[in-house]
């Protein structure tokens, strides 16, 4: 086991690159897929996707298709897995903005508190369904504060939660209304859907991420979230629990070492982290990268390629 010395990457060997497909196939009867980098870029499929889930599925395993992004829900999401081809169950898909309702719904969130939601219809959506009440979310994008001598902004005293989430229409109101709930509600939550720095909105250059509007909660309320999203294990224990797996027998596949990866290897699963996203192979083998995934490949489809080379 891993000593007490602060060079614990030292002790998880360095990743070795997926030579034996098979092998790895064989070895777990789950994988967890990310999303954005992984399956998809922006809008357009990354080459060889179809063919790898086929045979996958064909081999009896389990997909699962997990995504910090909080800006849909899982039925949006469905949806863009049709577009693109994909036939994907919505059973199947577990997005930040349904992990944050399914938190309050572990934690039995009192019905008659509300949530504030500074973040996209993704997460409205999904509070809906688990039958919570909220407040904010777009609308509240183009409310602006008059600053007039003496004023006092009102805020509902009936919130229990702020998520935070992902927010193209993030704004000082928005701020000052999650700032006023989580310090003058007594007990009221602070929830993340995630901390991603950077998010991909192109495929031209890195956008600032949920996390940046995380940090401005954490910084005006000087308190720390409950992240619900990778790489927090609260969406793999739901997994876990929900299709009755040994989380031995899943292995991650992603493109980001801080979320992706340390999502699976905090949740005691195997790792492979694909070339096709935000990490290239400098990145990973830089001597400053502490995160190092069981394996990696290029793209998912080299499961196809090397697959045939090992008949």
Known sequence: MASSRPSSFTV????????????????????????DGVIWKGDSLIDGVPQTLDMLRSKGKRLVFVTNNSTKSRKQYGKKFETLGLSV??????????????YLKSIDF???KKVYVIGEDGILKELELAGFQYLGGPE????????KPGFLMEHDESVGAVVVGFDRYFNYFKVQYGTLCIR????CLFIATNRDAVTHLTDAQEWAGGGS?????CGSTQREPIVVGKPSTFMM???????????????????RLDTDILFGQNGGCKTL??????TSLSTLQSPSNSIQPDFYTSKISDFLALKAATV
């Not at 509240?140 to 600053?147: M, P, T, V």
């Open 12 to 35: 998880r060997a360095s990743a070795q690159q997926l030579k034996n497909a098979n092998e790895l196939i064989d070895s777990v009867e789950t994988f967890i897929f990310d999303c």
């Open 89 to 102: 169950n919505e059973e199947e898909i577990f997005a930040s903005s349904f992990a944050a309702a399914a």
């Open 110 to 112: 009192p019905k008659d």
């Open 140 to 147: 509240d994008g183009g409310k602006k504060i008059e600053l």
């Open 184 to 187: 003058e509600n007594p007990g």
């Open 213 to 217: 509007m995380v940090g401005a909660l």
């Open 237 to 255: 224990d739901y997994l876990s629990n929900k299709f009755g797996i040994l989380k031995s027998q899943i292995c991650m596949v992603g493109d």
């Open 273 to 278: 982290l694909v070339l096709s996203g935000v």
